[in-house]
């Protein structure tokens, strides 16, 4: 089989990267709020790729336990942790600190003063 998921696509679609994703961001974004670790993300992320995997399973037909899909799942939602994670922090460095740190990009901060 040559594709990354076993399920139909627009399945796939919906519940990994639309509602699993957006649980993840949120995910992020609530670890980040409790300056927590980026570490933690990981067991965060894990359960709800567990969730996922049920999700597929009960409503779609897909298999439960598969290590492959599982990965593929976990990837992808820890990516949109990730985000939601970076993007969270750097605002709360650039709100909290302005004095000493300044945004550079959406997902980045420096301290003032340095170029570039």
Known sequence: MG??????????IL???????????MTGRAVA????????LLAYTIALT?????IHYAL?????VSLRFFAVDFVILLAWAALGYRVTKT???VGQYS?????TTPLS????????
């Open 50 to 54: 567990c969730a996922v995997r049920f």
């Open 99 to 103: 004095w000493l740190y300044e945004r």
């Open 109 to 116: 901060w420096h301290e003032r003063g340095q170029s570039g």
């Open 91 to 93: 605002g709360q460095m």
């Open 33 to 40: 709020l409790t300056w927590r670790r980026l570490a933690q």
């Open 60 to 64: 779609f037909g897909g298999t439960l």
């Open 3 to 12: 594709v990354i998921w076993e399920i139909n696509l627009v399945d796939f």
């Open 15 to 25: 519940v990994t990267i639309v509602l699993g994703g957006g649980a993840a961001y």
